[in-house]
């Protein structure tokens, strides 16, 4: 399957698959006739890649965490503390925000006791 095969069929916007091809991370990704070709397997790493995407990981986050994965099994506690690192990051956004619309619920509250 083509770059914009792939980007239509999975939705993945051409850049991540510029991105993923510019790692050289994958030996499954030919050069066919000069046109990359995506194979499932290759499929199932840019899913990958999307999700750490939508949890949070930056570009170079992304691509030292597929390093380690593409090593094996012997890179879960280091692909483990990335996820935890991210995770404890994303509850600390969460707490944060938390606090401001406990903040914005209170200014609404006394408004709308004052216009009672």
């Known amino acids: 399957m083509t770059i914009n095969e792939a980007s239509e069929r999975y939705n993945i916007p051409i850049e991540v698959l510029k991105e993923y091809e510019s790692w050289g991370l994958c030996d499954e990704v030919r050069r066919v006739m000069g046109v990359w070709q995506y194979d499932d397997q290759d499929i199932q790493r840019l899913s990958m890649i999307m999700t750490l995407h939508d949890v949070g990981f930056d570009n170079s986050e992304v691509e030292s965490y597929m390093r380690l994965l593409l090593e ?9 503390d990335m996820l935890n690192k991210k995770r404890g990051v994303t509850l600390d956004e969460l707490h944060f925000k938390q606090k401001q619309l406990d903040r914005v619920d209170y200014l609404r509250y006394k ?4 216009l009672k």
């Not at 094996?72 to 483990?80: F, N, Y």
């Not at 408004?111 to 004052?114: E, F």
């Open 72 to 80: 094996g099994d012997s890179t879960e506690k280091e692909r483990l």
């Open 111 to 114: 408004i709308q006791k004052a």
